[in-house]
């Protein structure tokens, strides 16, 4: 968590800028007037030519655009224009702070890059951590960069630990919404509308449906340990269907520090460029006729949350494999080829079936995603 130099109104770079998170660091980062100097996407749309026009100074990268896509940039956008994931991590390396939203393992070495060069770190992309964990932590090591998250969970937990001793802290409890299957006994019925109905937030299909197995919690457990570096016995989850409550800390003389707020992402976005400073913004919560619940998870109805912790206590690729397997499994109940509850079942097996093994590199982590997927999708064209 490092010095104050790096927030003093420091330019943006923005990566996985047409997505959710990207646009709404956007919007924070005009609200706030600080300068974009980069804007990153996967893809060249017409979404990354219009947000290049409204920010007429910034250097714009596709990481992979069609040709047509590129030849369009090329033609609007002249040499401010670049594609290719090296000059992804070329912006990465460029600016105080960087926000990554990118989606899966493409963003991993963008991340590595920003640590490495000694940036901050927002971070939003769940495969730098989960599944580049050991990789992203010797990166910030290494480079003196700072991680900052942004997904709620976590920023939640930064904000509670903020002046407190890592040392006293007794538990770090994430809360989860539950999903829209927190009451239905049984889930092996469950269809692809019903898991894309997400009752609190408003996200892409493959992290709705994470959400509805609380495959996406399990992750969250993986990067909370990560970041925090808190052992797996000192993490729980409690179901909190308001989603009010955006995670708590326990301390060791029975307090616990709640951070709570409306589900609005663009809190936590802020956050993870202000901090250590606060910046007005979000809506101010109302408290009056609230009511606010909370509930064991059932790991028995949900079996990717129970894999996660022995995914995370594992360590070395075994979270790398079991976020491969998962996206796999997901798009295959997405393509209608296989059920709800053989998504936890391909997990599993992907899990046994790759081992564990050391990671020291993004080429590792690559690596091990490709092998995984392969394994994955082979265990899911036999069922
Ligand atoms: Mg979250």
Redesign the pocket.
């Known amino acids: 968590m490092g010095g104050h130099s790096l927030t003093d109104a420091g330019p943006l770079v923005i990566l996985g800028a047409t997505g959710s998170i990207g646009r709404q660091a956007i919007e924070v980062a005009e609200r706030l007037g600080r300068q974009v100097v980069a804007l990153g996407a996967r893809q060249g749309s017409d979404g990354l030519v219009s947000l290049a026009e409204r920010f007429p100074e910034a250097r714009v990268v596709a990481a992979a655009p069609t040709n047509q896509e590129h030849a369009m940039l090329r033609d609007r956008l002249g040499s401010r224009y670049a594609r290719g994931p090296e000059e992804l991590e070329e912006l990465a390396r460029t600016a105080a702070v960087v926000v990554n939203g990118i989606v899966g393992s493409a963003g991993l070495p963008a991340s590595v890059a920003a640590l490495e060069s000694g940036n901050r770190l927002a971070l939003a992309n769940k495969e730098s951590l989960v599944a580049g964990g050991p990789v992203v932590l010797a990166a910030a090591e290494r480079g003196g960069g700072e991680i900052v998250p942004v997904?709620?969970?976590?920023s939640a937990l930064f904000q509670c630990l903020q002046g407190e001793d890592l040392s006293s802290v007794t538990r770090l409890i994430l809360t989860a919404s539950g999903g829209p299957f927190r009451d239905r006994a049984d889930l092996s019925d469950v269809t692809l509308g019903e898991a894309l109905a997400h009752p609190t937030w408003n996200m892409g299909p493959r992290i709705t449906i994470d959400s509805s197995t609380l495959m996406?919690k399990a992750f969250?457990v993986i990067e909370a340990h990560l970041l925090f570096g808190i052992s797996y016995d000192a993490i729980d989850v409690v179901v909190h269907p308001q989603s009010i409550v955006h995670s708590m800390v326990e301390f060791a003389d029975g307090s616990t520090k709640a951070h709570v707020g409306e589900p609005d992402m663009r809190v936590p976005i802020q956050y993870a460029i202000t901090y250590p400073d606060r910046a007005p913004g979000g809506e101010r919560f109302d408290w009056s006729d609230r009511t606010l619940t909370f509930e064991k998870p059932d790991f028995d109805r949900f079996p990717l949350l129970g894999l996660g912790y022995d995914a995370g206590r594992a360590g070395g690729s075994a979270p790398a494999t079991m976020n491969a397997a998962d996206e796999i499994a997901v798009q295959a109940f997405i393509d209608g080829r296989i059920s709800y509850s053989m998504i936890a079942t391909i997990v599993e097996m992907s899990l046994e079936r790759m081992g564990v093994q050391a990671i020291d590199t993004v080429a590792d982590v690559l690596a091990i995603d490709t092998e995984s997927r392969n394994v994955a999708a082979e265990i899911a064209g036999s069922c």
Do not use: A, G, L, M
Not at 151 to 154: L, R, V
């Open positions: 997904d709620s969970e976590h996406n969250e």
